[in-house]
């Protein structure tokens, strides 16, 4: 029997903790936890970072460091005084600080940064500091520690930078500038002479389990291991999975060794891919099942096979004698499931040291191989070293870059420093005279570095080479550059800011820094410079704007209606920048936003518009009113409805019709799915992206001009599926044992058990209606659950209490972690004795049992989290203090059964079979016969469970964290901590502040050119982006978007020969509707086809206004001649097959017979039948085609479902009908949506 003592049983549980004992700050960064890793997490509470500017791109830098939780945040704004204009892109500046005497853009953002995170310091310095002295400061924020990195936010003199920028890289300081110039923004990225980078990706190491060791005295001529010769020895190692992963050269280290080989756990070893010759003749397909079959199989069987194949298709090809002189066509396979061990270099010596080759020989079962990668060190120029030796600056979009458009920015830049330093002032916004100045310098910087290897000058390039011919200098977009350097745009600012501070992170050593430029130019958002479009500027905080874009830009942004759909991570970004943009200010203006969710702490380390009083608010509600605060003129609505074909009544026609642009916020492919269906159907631009932790992307929806989001394949379905023979019987993974206990532990017990056994309380008679419908394997698990939940209650004496549910819970972990392991291990070992063969090999472990009378502390958090479940099912009073539940255990004298084999089969086999057997159908009916007799009135009701991964206080991810390490023991499998636990069976998806300013920055920029009309100019004015802040500059990757996707009709011109999803046939019929008959008539005419079915568009169900086998019917016929004879067309007897055995006994029967009455009723029943068939669809064929829509789809029951649908079709006058058609070759045409108008 367990004794708790002190009650010390572990401290990795959240469901008791209240107030001091609550992790807040783990709580806030959960997403993070995700993406980054519990190890970096760690060492971000190190950095120290400074920023320099607090503009535009100085606040966003540290909003998102900040949110990121790095230790601390000192800001400098070098004393610059809030102004109107400031308020176009630093979002913390109001009327107020403008409006008070020297207020400093710092003093204006710090107090709303430091509430951002609170476990982050944030500070500022004074306006006169020395930056030169502040960066070797030892003791930051009271940390004791220097700075880790500094971020300069804005344009310095040349000197200080320069000099600020190698005290940096003298003492191991990471040194990042971002900048923004009116269209153009650059980010310089500095880890010194010699940075460490431990994880160059930050995607996930792989995990192998051994399933089979072998040692290989003499490798075979077929075999392929790079530098194994034919004939020397080699380890091939066997795993479980199809596909390793893994190339030659990487490292893994040894782990759960066994069986004598326990010495090798923790050694590293390299690896080598293994591959097979085969005749390219032979035409092997890799992917069909004989191929992955045999690769069951040992690796001398394997090769075995390939070698008869190899002789026999070389004999062919030898006595061909037209293949004299010619060499035999053999390709290369790899083997995917099997690597070699390289046990010549210095890691394989090392094993050999701890172990024999013979050793492997004794392999039997057990062993992974886990995935190592080898630090990375990169040496990193200094800024004045790259401002003038970099020969082609990477540009943001990957043409530019090609094309060495990024000579002008870089000559830009460097201008810049140079004109300042000459001036002492900065280019002033639209100056000529220092815009003509600035192309000067520029030509005379490029002109002075032509003899110079290597450098940046005025030079061809062709696909992003240097071609050494001196080119002009394009003076147009320097003297671009000069006029509008003092202006920035928040849609630069925020993709800087979000790529600045992602680049901070990587101080930690995760991830790999940008090489080491790159700069973004948007020329096409200066195109109208007329002077009285972009001037005068009196004083609007749109200032910026206006100077670039012009005051028709600006008039048309107050009067953009905006559907924002989402107001989560990437929704509170986008509010922030259609505030700061001035957009749905003006009277026909307005953004409106939904979200459905409320706000959590999890949401608070990335939602960067909600603080801690939020939570448990609706996000949309919060979100609009900061943004609101910011711009009191903004007319915003915030809704919390669902997007979907359940809320057109809501969003109808008048409302998608009214919209300027959709702007997709969303975490889900069928919600941005049906989003861009509504956008397709209404011509409207969709605004797209997403994120996945370092990961992003953006996609730009033009009408007409560009694919859509439903032209590419994407769904939220896991492709990865784990067998269920693996999770039930045979796991070797910690996530074995999470899916296991999330699928099976959690769904049975709490959700699925509880749900059909209320079904059944509620009304047994709708519950059996129901159970019709489910697959035997449901209907029997749904019996089962409902039985053992009446069970309970007979076994608690009618009512179950917390000390039922502690019985309840008890007796569920000597089931599932003892009994049924003894069962299982005792089938093992009878198979074993009848076979003679070994059982536990390969990943296959023997478990053990748990042991109540020898406990450990995790059987105690089982019952804990258990039996507080179950109370919370039975609607028992709970009990989270720890010391009090072990006072009831203890009172219980709770006492495991001695266990004795039960007879009972336990399923051993290794296939995913999930069928039932024989048997199962008797006991099913047996069971439902039980239950037919239950008194439900008698039942306690029961709560289910909806499986919520946030709440800490629902115990769910306690009883998944403690179910799962509970079998992690019983397989001797590694146990997971509980945030591995919470991330994989909550499918978290990981989310950073960084990636998601840095994308939503990005679209920022691309609705800009739809306000300014871009689309009419072409698709190519645009551009999409997938990219990685991860894995280096290489990763940022964009693109203009693709054009639509054709859809072949099949028919031949003149005739339309393809479509794209944005088109449709527009029929109307206002005055006189068509009927069916007539639509159909007319459909086969315009387009020479012969029409199958008429549907509602996109319907998948099998239903139809027309049906070409129903107007067939018209010419079935029954019918009797004089003498009693049936005549029957053969189409009826598909329609009724019953009627055929009638016919024929009709056929048999004398005419004086009396039974020929019966089968001759049944005749005239089918015949009566038909005819009203005939009468219905000749009704429908004839009538109106709107009618013939309402009999089809209209639902027959009253209710809300019938209601939704007569508001819907109240609201609108058309119908969208798909076709289904062909030729009278019978080849099968497509044609587009049919929106028809009645």
Request: net charge negative; with cysteine; proline share 4%.
């Given at each position: 029997m367990a004794n708790g003592g002190d009650v010390n049983w572990g401290d990795w549980m959240g469901s008791y903790k209240t107030g001091n004992l609550v992790d807040n700050e783990s709580e806030r960064i959960d997403r993070q936890k995700a993406a980054f890793g519990g190890e970096t997490i760690a060492r971000l509470k190190d950095l120290n970072?400074?920023?320099?500017?607090?503009?535009?791109?100085?606040?966003?830098?540290?909003?998102?460091?900040?949110?990121?939780?790095?230790?601390?945040?000192?800001?400098?704004?070098?004393?610059?005084?809030?102004?109107?204009?400031?308020?176009?892109?630093?979002?913390?500046?109001?009327?107020?600080?403008?409006?008070?005497?020297?207020?400093?853009?710092?003093?204006?953002?710090?107090?709303?940064?430091?509430?951002?995170?609170?476990?982050?310091?944030?500070?500022?310095?004074?306006?006169?500091?020395?930056?030169?002295?502040?960066?070797?400061?030892?003791?930051?924020?009271?940390?004791?520690?220097?700075?880790?990195?500094?971020?300069?936010?804005?344009?310095?003199?040349?000197?200080?930078?320069?000099?600020?920028?190698?005290?940096a890289r003298a003492n191991g300081i990471a040194f990042i500038m971002a900048v923004t110039n009116g269209v153009t923004s650059s980010i310089f990225s500095d880890f010194g002479p010699n940075h460490e980078i431990t994880d160059a990706t930050g995607e996930p190491t792989q995990t192998l389990a051994i399933s089979n060791v072998e040692v290989l005295d003499s490798k075979p001529k077929l075999l392929d291991v790079a530098g194994v010769k034919e004939g020397e020895q080699v380890i091939i190692v066997t795993v479980a999975q199809n596909?390793?992963?893994?190339?030659?050269?990487?490292?893994?280290?040894?782990?759960?060794?066994?069986?004598?080989?326990?010495?090798?756990?923790?050694?590293?070893?390299?690896?080598?891919?293994?591959?097979?010759?085969?005749?390219?003749?032979?035409?092997?397909?890799?992917?069909?099942?004989?191929?992955?079959?045999?690769?069951?199989?040992?690796?001398?069987?394997?090769?075995?096979?390939?070698?008869?194949?190899?002789?026999?298709?070389?004999?062919?090809?030898?006595?061909?004698?037209?293949?004299?002189?010619?060499?035999?066509?053999?390709?290369?396979?790899?083997?995917?499931?099997?690597?070699?061990?390289?046990?010549?270099?210095?890691?394989?010596?090392?094993?050999?040291?701890?172990?024999?080759?013979?050793?492997?020989?004794?392999?039997?079962?057990?062993?992974?191989?886990?995935?190592?990668r080898p630090p990375i060190f990169k040496q990193y120029r200094s800024l004045a070293d790259t401002l003038q030796g970099t020969p082609v600056p990477q540009m943001l979009r990957g043409e530019d870059w090609e094309l060495g458009k990024g000579v002008e920015v870089h000559l830009s830049l460097a201008a810049a420093f140079d004109f300042h330093e000459k001036n002492n002032h900065w280019p002033r916004l639209h100056n000529a005279d220092d815009a003509s100045e600035?192309?000067?310098?520029?030509?005379?910087?490029?002109?002075?570095?032509?003899?110079?290897?290597?450098?940046?000058?005025?030079?061809?390039?062709?696909?992003?080479?240097?071609?050494?011919?001196?080119?002009?200098?394009?003076?147009?977009?320097?003297?671009?550059?000069?006029?509008?350097?003092?202006?920035?745009?928040?849609?630069?600012?925020?993709?800087?800011?979000?790529?600045?501070?992602?680049?901070?992170?990587?101080?930690?050593?995760?991830?790999?820094?940008?090489?080491?430029?790159?700069?973004?130019?948007?020329?096409?958002?200066?195109?109208?410079?007329?002077?009285?479009?972009?001037?005068?500027?009196?004083?609007?905080?749109?200032?910026?704007?206006?100077?670039?874009?012009?005051?028709?830009?600006?008039?048309?942004?107050?009067?953009?209606?905006?559907?924002?759909?989402?107001?989560g991570a990437l929704g509170c970004e986008y509010l922030k920048g259609l505030a700061l943009m001035g957009i749905a200010t003006g009277k026909d203006g307005k953004i409106v936003v939904t979200d459905m969710d409320r706000i959590e702490v999890s949401n608070l380390s990335r939602q960067f518009l909600f603080r801690q009083p939020d939570v448990g608010h609706p996000k949309s509600v919060r979100g609009a009113m900061v943004v609101k605060k910011w711009n009191p003129s903004v007319n915003i609505e915030a809704l919390e409805k669902k997007v979907g074909d359940d809320s057109e009544d809501y969003f109808n026609d008048t409302f998608w019709e009214s919209l300027s642009v959709c702007w997709n916020a969303l975490d889900n492919v069928q919600a941005r799915q049906y989003t861009d269906a509504r956008c397709l159907f209404y011509s409207k631009p969709l605004l797209e992206s997403g994120t996945l932790g370092t990961k992003c992307n953006h996609e730009v929806v033009l009408p007409f001009r560009t694919s859509s989001y439903n032209d590419g394949k994407e769904s939220d379905d896991n492709e990865n599926q784990i067998a269920m023979c693996t999770l039930r019987s045979f796991p070797y993974l910690p996530k074995h044992c999470i899916e296991y206990a999330k699928q099976a532990y959690f769904s049975d017990y709490f959700e699925f058990g509880p749900d059909v056994y209320e079904n059944f309380?509620?009304?047994?008679?709708?519950?059996?209606?129901?159970?019709?419908?489910?697959?035997?394997?449901?209907?029997?698990?749904?019996?089962?659950?409902?039985?053992?939940?009446?069970?309970?209650?007979?076994?608690?004496?009618?009512?179950?209490?917390?000390?039922?549910?502690?019985?309840?819970?008890?007796?569920?972990?000597?089931?599932?972690?003892?009994?049924?392991?003894?069962?299982?291990?005792?089938?093992?070992?009878?198979?074993?004795?009848?076979?003679?063969?070994?059982?536990?090999?390969?990943?296959?472990?023997?478990?053990?049992?748990?042991?109540?009378?020898?406990?450990?502390?995790?059987?105690?958090?089982?019952?804990?989290?258990?039996?507080?479940?179950?109370?919370?099912v039975w609607r028992a009073e709970v009990v989270r203090d720890r010391s009090e539940f072990q006072a009831v255990v203890d009172k219980l004298k709770l006492e495991q059964s001695i266990w004795e084999p039960s007879g009972d089969k336990v399923d051993l086999s290794e296939g995913d079979n999930e069928e039932e057997s024989g048997d199962s159908g008797e006991d099913d009916e047996k069971l439902k016969g039980e239950l037919y007799k239950v008194d439900t009135s008698k039942l306690q009701p029961a709560q289910p469970q909806e499986f919520e991964k946030d709440d800490d206080l629902n115990f769910h991810i306690d009883f998944l964290t403690a179910a799962t390490n509970m079998r992690s023991w019983n397989y001797d499998i590694k146990a997971s901590p509980r945030h591995t636990v919470k991330v994989t069976a909550g499918r978290i998806i990981p989310a950073l502040a960084t990636?998601?300013?840095?994308?939503?920055?990005?679209?920022?920029?691309?609705?800009?050119?739809?306000?300014?009309?871009?689309?009419?100019?072409?698709?190519?004015?645009?551009?999409?982006?997938?990219?990685?802040?991860?894995?280096?500059?290489?990763?940022?990757?964009?693109?203009?978007?693709?054009?639509?996707?054709?859809?072949?009709?099949?028919?031949?011109?003149?005739?339309?020969?393809?479509?794209?999803?944005?088109d449709r046939i527009d029929l109307s019929y206002k005055l006189n509707e068509l009927s069916v008959e007539q639509l159909v008539i007319y459909l086969e005419k315009s387009f020479s086809v012969t029409v199958n079915r008429i549907f509602l568009h996109g319907d998948k169900e099998d239903r139809a206004l027309y049906n070409a086998l129903d107007k067939k019917k018209l010419d079935w016929t029954i019918s009797f001649d004089d003498e009693g004879k049936v005549s029957v067309s053969e189409g009826v007897y598909t329609q009724w097959p019953q009627i055929r055995m009638a016919i024929q006994m009709l056929g048999r029967l004398p005419p004086t017979s009396g039974q020929r009455a019966i089968f001759k009723a049944q005749v005239d029943r089918v015949k009566v039948s038909l005819e009203q068939t005939k009468e219905s669809f000749m009704k429908k064929f004839q009538g109106n085609v709107s009618?013939?829509?309402?009999?089809?789809?209209?639902?027959?029951?009253?209710?809300?479902?019938?209601?939704?649908?007569?508001?819907?079709?109240?609201g609108r006058d058309y119908l969208t009908l798909g076709v289904d058609c062909h030729t009278e070759e019978k080849e099968d045409i497509t044609l587009p949506c049919v929106k028809y108008t009645f």
């Open positions: 970072v400074l920023i320099v500017g607090m503009q535009g791109v100085g606040v966003e830098t540290a909003k998102n460091l900040i949110l990121s939780n790095v230790g601390g945040v000192m800001v400098y704004d070098g004393g610059v005084v809030c102004k109107e204009e400031h308020r176009g892109s630093n979002f913390y500046v109001t009327r107020e600080h403008v409006l008070e005497d020297g207020t400093t853009l710092g003093a204006a953002s710090l107090t709303e940064l430091r509430t951002l995170n609170p476990f982050c310091r944030v500070d500022l310095l004074e306006g006169s500091t020395c930056l030169t002295e502040e960066i070797m400061n030892k003791d930051v924020l009271g940390t004791r520690r220097g700075y880790t990195a500094v971020v300069v936010a804005t344009f310095l003199p040349k000197q200080e930078l320069f000099q600020l920028n190698e005290l596909e390793h992963g893994l190339e030659d050269g990487d490292v893994v280290v040894l782990e759960d060794m066994r069986q004598g080989m326990e010495g090798l756990n923790g050694m590293s070893v390299t690896v080598k891919r293994v591959a097979i010759a085969s005749p390219t003749a032979a035409k092997v397909d890799t992917r069909g099942v004989a191929f992955k079959t045999a690769l069951g199989l040992p690796t001398e069987s394997v090769v075995s096979n390939f070698e008869r194949q190899y002789d026999f298709y070389k004999s062919a090809f030898d006595e061909d004698e037209g293949n004299a002189n010619k060499k035999f066509p053999v390709r290369t396979i790899t083997i995917f499931n099997r690597l070699a061990f390289v046990l010549n270099d210095d890691k394989g010596k090392k094993l050999l040291e701890n172990t024999s080759v013979d050793a492997f020989r004794q392999y039997q079962s057990g062993g992974l191989l886990n995935q190592v600035m192309v000067d310098i520029a030509k005379s910087i490029s002109e002075s570095r032509n003899d110079t290897e290597g450098a940046c000058w005025a030079q061809s390039i062709q696909y992003g080479f240097p071609m050494g011919e001196p080119r002009d200098v394009n003076e147009k977009r320097i003297a671009r550059y000069s006029r509008l350097f003092a202006a920035e745009l928040t849609g630069f600012c925020a993709f800087l800011g979000g790529a600045a501070a992602q680049e901070v992170i990587k101080a930690s050593g995760k991830f790999t820094p940008i090489d080491q430029w790159v700069h973004h130019d948007e020329e096409v958002l200066a195109v109208d410079e007329c002077p009285s479009n972009v001037g005068p500027l009196f004083g609007s905080r749109y200032d910026y704007q206006i100077a670039i874009m012009g005051k028709d830009f600006q008039a048309r942004a107050a009067n953009q209606r905006i559907f924002l759909v989402g107001c309380r509620q009304d047994p008679m709708a519950f059996f209606e129901q159970l019709d419908t489910m697959d035997s394997g449901e209907q029997s698990r749904a019996l089962r659950m409902i039985k053992a939940f009446i069970d309970l209650q007979e076994e608690a004496g009618g009512s179950i209490d917390f000390d039922a549910c502690v019985r309840i819970a008890f007796n569920r972990m000597m089931k599932d972690f003892r009994t049924s392991i003894l069962d299982l291990s005792h089938s093992a070992d009878e198979m074993e004795k009848s076979s003679g063969k070994k059982f536990w090999t390969g990943t296959k472990r023997r478990p053990r049992p748990v042991d109540w009378n020898d406990p450990m502390p995790l059987l105690m958090e089982y019952l804990y989290s258990t039996a507080n479940l179950y109370a919370s990636t998601t300013a840095m994308v939503c920055g990005l679209v920022d920029i691309e609705f800009a050119k739809l306000v300014l009309g871009l689309q009419s100019q072409g698709s190519d004015k645009f551009l999409n982006s997938n990219i990685n802040l991860a894995a280096g500059s290489g990763n940022f990757t964009t693109f203009a978007p693709d054009p639509p996707v054709p859809i072949s009709t099949g028919l031949d011109a003149p005739q339309p020969v393809s479509f794209t999803s944005w009618d013939a829509y309402l009999q089809v789809y209209r639902p027959s029951e009253e209710g809300e479902k019938q209601d939704y649908f007569d508001a819907v079709f109240k």
